[in-house]
């Protein structure tokens, strides 16, 4: 059974920082694409940063030079470090995990964890 379980997210006041984890099992992790996702009631997702399966870092324009994704195969958990966080980056936020397993694309979702930024 393949789950990822969030964590980390929680109420922060403007300019402070977060950081989200998100534990992954019953995948081989170190061989999937990875990303953050994140969610505002009434829009659609959205692309935060991933890292590609050819190790290559892409950050949404919103939070480059601020978010910082990282993974540690060893632990199977990905993180995104939030700094000087913004009421505008308040959503729900969600760990992707997508790879290829038997021939098969497997695409896979945390549960979400809610991040609240204060002004």
């Known amino acids: 059974q393949v789950q990822l379980v969030e964590s980390g997210g929680g109420l922060v006041q403007a300019g402070g920082s977060l950081r989200l984890s998100c534990a992954a099992s019953?995948?081989?992790?170190?061989?999937?694409?990875i990303g953050w996702y994140r969610q505002t009631p009434g829009k659609q997702r959205e692309l935060v940063a991933e890292?590609?399966?050819?190790?290559?870092?892409n950050y949404a324009d919103s939070v480059k030079g601020r978010f910082t994704i990282s993974r540690d195969n060893a632990k199977n958990t990905m993180y995104l470090q939030m700094n000087s966080l913004k009421p505008e980056d308040t959503a729900v936020y969600y760990c992707?995990?997508?790879?290829?397993?038997?021939?098969?694309?497997?695409?896979?979702w945390g549960q979400g964890t809610q991040v609240t930024v204060s002004s």
């Open positions: 992707n995990a997508r790879g290829w397993f038997r021939g098969w694309l497997q695409n896979y």
């Open positions: 019953g995948i081989i992790f170190s061989s999937y694409r």
């Open positions: 890292i590609t399966s050819g190790g290559n870092l």
